[in-house]
């Protein structure tokens, strides 16, 4: 494809509902990143991957937070039980390798709202 | 702990004027930084980073390991520059090449 695609683009939960994004990066990319964007702050780092192995999930905020990436390829961020504080937008990243060498590119993310 | 600071939430310039974008960090290692950019309607994408020492749409960037900044510039703004910044830090080792971005500064460039 022609960048990351994420989806849905937009996402509206009750609180307490189950909610999955998902990242599909753009091929060939090995280093995939999840950033949660609060409104009006920066993206903060959630959690890494290295084809399918999570190599850092320092970021995800509660045990409610869920990723994976079984297959080196699309990815899906869970969140369960979902509360207000999970709005946010959710962004994912990928590169072709991880370091410094290798620019993140990201998708226009997912609007999720926590009602 | 690693941190990003830009001050100004809100930036608005004249064209052809000045700009200047602050950008500060907090990092206890070597700081490898980056300027990225989102327009209105489009993702984040990278503008520049301080390794490559270039300049992209005028951008430029220099990296004061002294006074720990890494301001944005451009000598003569243009309407089109008008859009969100975010500085971001990349730590090295086995930190796999995550940034830390900071709170991001509206720019407005006024006709």
């Known amino acids: 494809g022609a960048g990351v695609s994420q989806s849905p683009r937009y996402k509206v939960a009750k609180r307490g509902q189950d909610v999955a994004l998902r990242c599909d990066p753009i091929?060939?990319?090995?280093?995939l990143f999840w950033y949660q964007q609060a409104l009006g702050q920066g993206p903060e780092f959630l959690t890494y991957?290295?084809?399918?192995?999570?190599?850092?999930k320092s970021g995800l905020p509660s045990d409610r937070f869920f990723a994976e990436r079984p297959e080196g390829s699309v990815s899906t961020l869970k969140i369960q039980r979902t509360q207000q504080e999970d709005s946010a937008v959710y962004l994912c990243?990928?590169?072709?390798?991880?370091?410094?060498?290798?620019?993140?590119?990201f998708g226009d993310g997912t609007r999720l709202s926590i009602l | 702990a690693q941190r990003v600071t830009q001050p100004e939430k809100l930036l608005s310039v004249f064209k052809g004027a000045p700009v200047e974008l602050k950008c500060n960090y907090s990092?206890?290692?070597?700081?490898?930084l980056f300027w990225y950019v989102q327009y209105s309607r489009q993702r984040l994408q990278l503008l520049l980073r301080?390794?490559s020492r270039e300049s992209i749409k005028g951008f430029t960037a220099d990296l004061n390991k002294g006074e720990t900044s890494f301001h944005l510039k451009k000598p003569f703004a243009q309407e089109e520059d008008s859009a969100m910044y975010y500085c971001?830090?990349?730590?090295?080792?086995?930190?796999?090449?995550?940034?830390?971005f900071g709170q991001g500064t509206i720019l407005t460039v006024h006709p």
């Open positions: 990243a990928s590169s072709l390798a991880a370091g410094l060498g290798q620019p993140q590119h």
């Open positions: 091929s060939g990319h090995v280093s």
């Open positions: 991957f290295q084809n399918e192995a999570q190599l850092d």
């Open positions: 990092y206890s290692g070597s700081p490898e």
């Open positions: 301080h390794i």
């Open positions: 971001a830090l990349f730590m090295g080792g086995t930190s796999y090449g995550k940034l830390t």
